[in-house]
């Protein structure tokens, strides 16, 4: 079946560093999407990518698709004590609606 | 996006009792879907509840431990059934809302069993 790999596992930031977390398929993804937990919280949807090499910022986070379709990033800059939480990719096969999620990056923001 | 309530929001249940949460949505989805979510873990897809028709299950997931309901486009039920210590767990319902693929999420049921 569909594996979706995340890396890292956990992530621990200074208030003001960047960092980037990474989803990598085994297969060809039709799309990919970025989903953000609060701790206690429920997944929120944050953005969907569809085209090869796609970009797109919301902010101070910045997503990008590979230009296999098989890779994604998630990069947020100048970390905030509100980007707390654990931040999930999700894939889609072609001519599939189930997301395949990946195992989460939890990041903890040291003030 | 849509409003979606999920009741209860937790139980405390005994080994080998059941358990039915339901989902409600505030408009008509297209469809309806359960996940268990194990404590600092990922999001596993139990099913997709379809409306009029048995749910489809995932692989390791069968109806006669969860059985669901979708009798409308608003409102789904999962039974958790014959529980043991294993099913503690969250259990969230989610839903797709148009033709895009973005799924929206549920409070989620917090479910220990003892």
Redesign the interface.
């Known amino acids: ?1 569909q594996q979706v790999m995340q890396i890292p596992q956990y992530q621990h930031v200074q208030e003001g560093e960047d960092f980037t977390t990474y989803c990598n398929s085994s297969t060809t993804l039709s ?1 990919i ?1 970025w989903y953000k937990q609060r701790p206690g ?5 944050l953005i ?1 990518l569809v085209k090869s090499g796609e970009v797109k910022k919301q902010k101070r986070l910045t997503f990008q698709f590979g230009e296999a379709k098989k890779n994604s990033s998630l990069h947020i800059t100048a970390t905030q004590t509100t980007d707390v939480g654990t931040y ?1 990719c999700a894939g ?1 096969r072609s001519n599939d ?8 990056t939890t990041v903890t923001v040291r003030a | ?1 849509a409003v979606i309530s999920q009741k209860p929001s937790r139980d405390i249940c005994q080994r080998g009792t059941s358990l039915t949460i339901q989902c409600q949505v505030d408009s008509q989805v297209t ?1 309806m ?1 359960w996940y268990r979510q194990q404590p600092g ?5 139990i099913a ?1 509840a379809n409306q009029g028709s048995e749910a489809t299950y ?2 390791g997931f069968v109806i006669d431990k969860f059985p669901i309901s979708r009798p409308n486009l608003t409102f789904s039920t999962l039974t958790v059934s014959n529980m043991s210590p294993e099913d503690s767990s969250i259990y ?1 319902c989610s839903v ?1 809302t148009g033709p ?9 049921t917090r479910l220990t069993v003892t």
Not at chain 2, 100 to 108: H, R
């Open positions: 079946g799309n999407q919280g429920h997944p929120v949807f969907q999930f889609i609606y189930k997301l395949s999620f990946g195992a989460g | 996006s469809m879907f873990q990922s999001l596993t897809l997709t995932e692989s969230l797709k895009t693929y973005e799924q929206y999420f549920g409070p989620g």
